[in-house]
T-cell receptor
Framework: GQQLNQSPQSMFIQEGEDVSMNCTSS?????WLWYKQDPGEGPVLLIALYKAGELTSNGRLTAQFGITRKDSFLNISASIPSDVGIYFCAGREGSQGNLIFGKGTKLSVKP | EPEVTQTPSHQVTQMGQEVILRCVPI?????FYWYRQILGQKVEFLVSFYNNEISEKSEIFDDQFSVERPDGSNFTLKIRSTKLEDSAMYFC????????????FGDGTRLSIL
């Protein structure tokens, strides 16, 4: 089935640093979503993207829908300890409603 | 803010038994989904449900699985004759449209098969 390549797999950064992660797909997606998952909880929506080239911010988070519609990135500026968690990209292709998830980026922030 | 709620938070069941996982989607949402996440792995789609019928399902969602919306608020996932490999987190999600609307997830049910 369709696979999303999400990188990096994990990141260890110092508090205050900026973070960037991305996802690529071999096929075109019409929606890209970024979720954060804390231990023992469900994915929480961070940003939703619906148009190629769209750049959307949510506080310190910024995400873009790649113009080829096959990729997306998420940036976190000035990281803080509560940014720790696993970040998942998810995409929707064609007319299907189901989401295809990346394998996640585990973010660790050192105070 | 409205949220998706799931019960129980943790279910322990003997192999071969049937389990029912319950979800209350966000009240004005029309599309409902089940996903699972095996420990340490990515979230995988199982099934979507709209207008009282399944609209899509993955290869994982075989005859062992079924979904139901027994009333106006609950959405259930039944797993018959559970197997060890069914152990996972099961997430319910809902959205008010298939297109251009994000899916909101519950906190999941951790299913442990012994």
């Amino acid at each position: 089935g369709q696979q999303l390549n999400q990188s990096p797999q994990s990141m260890f950064i110092q508090e205050g640093e900026d973070v960037s992660m991305n996802c690529t797909s071999s096929s075109i997606f019409n929606t890209w979503l970024w979720y954060k998952q804390d231990p023992g909880e469900g994915p929480v929506l961070l940003i939703a993207l619906y148009k190629a080239g769209e750049l959307t911010s949510n506080g310190r988070l910024t995400a873009q829908f790649g113009i080829t519609r096959k990729d997306s990135f998420l940036n976190i500026s000035a990281s803080i300890p509560s940014d720790v968690g696993i970040y998942f990209c998810a995409g929707r292709e064609g007319s299907q409603g189901n989401l295809i998830f990346g394998k996640g980026t585990k973010l660790s922030v050192k105070p | 803010e409205p949220e998706v709620t799931q019960t129980p938070s943790h279910q322990v069941t003997q192999m071969g038994q049937e389990v029912i996982l319950r979800c209350v989607p966000i009240s004005n949402h029309l599309y409902f989904y089940w996903y699972r996440q095996i420990l340490g792995q990515k979230v995988e789609f199982l099934v979507s449900f709209y207008n009282n019928e399944i609209s899509e399902k993955s290869e994982i969602f075989d005859d062992q699985f079924s979904v139901e919306r027994p009333d106006g608020s609950n959405f259930t996932l039944k797993i018959r004759s559970t197997k060890l490999e069914d152990s996972a987190m099961y997430f319910c999600a809902s959205s008010d449209s298939t297109y251009n609307q994000p899916q909101h997830f519950g906190d999941g049910t951790r299913l442990s098969i012994l």
